[in-house]
């Protein structure tokens, strides 16, 4: 099951990350892919508004995850932009992150070379002449889930 958002501007990536966030249950892994600038950070900064988050989400890029404590479950966003070697994913002790009473968001999946679980959700951006394009992809049944409850919200 998949889903496409042509969205013409920021405000509509963090709507649409608003909608994801009241989709999310415990226990998901959703890989973000795109080039840099496509809007990741920003859909999950949407992401956490629409958990209630009212802090401030700034990308990982540099502390390579940023752990949000909500209610719910704790919320991990990983960017793994700066990952020169696969390795260094077991090497950093992230694993024990992806588990059933956690979220975990990852920009840059393919720095990690085959080494993170599977994702339920994929999230694929692409930058046309304006605005974004997006497709949610679902890979597992837990994935399906989610992609049903954000189609209802």
């Known amino acids: 099951m998949s889903l496409f958002f042509s969205l013409p501007d920021e405000a509509a990536t963090l709507a649409l990350g608003e909608r994801l966030g009241r989709a999310l249950e415990a226990g998901l892994s959703i890989w973000l892919q795109g080039d840099l600038g496509a809007g990741k950070t920003t859909l999950t900064r949407g992401v956490l508004r629409g958990l209630g988050f009212a802090g401030r ?44 009473t956690s979220v975990c968001l990852v920009e840059w999946p393919d720095k990690a070379d085959g080494r993170l679980p599977q994702p339920d959700l994929r999230v694929r951006f692409d930058i046309p002449d304006a605005g974004r394009a997006v497709w949610i992809e679902a890979l597992t049944e837990a994935g399906s889930a989610c992609i049903a409850r954000l189609i209802s919200s």
């Open 57 to 100: 989400v700034k990308s990982p890029t540099y502390t390579l995850v940023e752990l949000y404590e909500l209610s719910r479950f704790n919320l991990y966003h990983f960017d793994l932009y700066r990952f020169a070697d696969p390795d260094e994913w077991e090497d950093a002790g992230f694993r024990e992150y992806f588990n059933p």
